[in-house]
């Protein structure tokens, strides 16, 4: 049997919380043999190591998701050199920006409200970086609907820090100006939607040994499980679709894409 990595998964959401150990064995039943739980704030930070210590194939991601900026703390810089002194944290994030639900949608909230939102996100972001080179670590970026701001934060770094650009979905020539900077991008369960063509045409367009597998669980279950809580053994459906999208073997795709997974994720053992 090929097998995969799920290299972005939230293990620590409550969806998870009593069946845990079954979630894991489904995985390794599906040939998925190592998850990276990303973490979203601190407490879940927290969470995300103590699943990593209790189940060797879990690693950890910790840091703060854009979306949740205006609850961060001014300045996380201390709390990620702490947290990622654990041996299983093998990158920093989600980071990166979001301006998809911008405070001005909601009742009350002007512009302003969206620019200090924005900085903070920003602000947070650049924070993630400067501590990921700082420890020799990459980060994994979460971007949507400001592809060009994100860029504008991330380009000073580029040379020290990779991303990985999680659920891709933008085009084939924004995934080479990420690629041209050194960075990654990753597919998720979107890839075997009906409505996912645009999607597979830029997987199509992307070099074997510059992508990655994620399922974004608790997130975005692929066919047949679309609209159901999604989970990390659903990598093997994910992956089906995507060796056929690449015109190869499903072993030359687990070798590509846990090759990639061990450059990029430098404690992944
Ligand atoms: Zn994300
Ligand atoms: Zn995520």
């Known amino acids: 049997m090929a097998i995969f990595y799920d290299t972005h998964a939230h293990l620590s959401y409550t969806d998870f919380a009593d ?56 300045d996380i810089r201390p709390a990620l050199r702490n947290l990622a002194q654990h041996p299983k944290v093998v990158a920093l994030g989600e980071t990166g920006l979001d301006y998809y639900r911008l405070p001005s949608k909601k009742a009350g909230l002007t512009q302003a409200d969206d620019e200090a939102y924005k900085k903070k996100q920003a602000d947070l972001f650049r924070q993630h970086l400067e501590v990921a080179a700082e420890l020799g670590l990459n980060c994994v970026i979460h971007q949507r609907d ?38 990654l991008v990753s597919f998720t369960g979107i890839l075997t939607f009906k409505n996912g063509q645009n999607i597979r045409d830029t997987l199509a367009a992307t070099p074997l040994d510059q992508f990655m597998l994620e399922t974004d669980s608790p997130f975005l279950a692929p066919v047949p499980y679309r609209g159901k809580r999604c989970e990390p053994a659903y990598v093997k459906e994910i992956s089906e679709v995507a060796a056929q999208v690449k015109g190869c073997s499903l072993e030359d795709l687990s070798a590509a894409t846990c090759s990639t997974a061990k450059q990029f994720f430098k404690r992944l053992s």
């Open 19 to 74: 069946e845990l150990p079954k979630v894991i064995e489904r995985a390794q039943a599906a040939g998925i043999t190592k998850l990276i739980s990303i973490a979203t704030d601190l407490e879940s930070s927290q969470r995300t190591l103590l699943i990593a210590e209790r189940f060797p194939n879990v690693f950890a991601v910790v840091g703060w998701h854009p979306s949740d900026a205006p609850e961060a703390p001014v």
């Open 146 to 183: 400001c592809l060009e701001d994100t860029l504008a934060v991330f380009e000073p770094f580029a040379k020290q820090v990779r991303g990985v650009f999680h659920c891709f979905a933008n085009d084939a020539a924004t995934m080479r100006r990420i690629l041209g900077l050194g960075s």
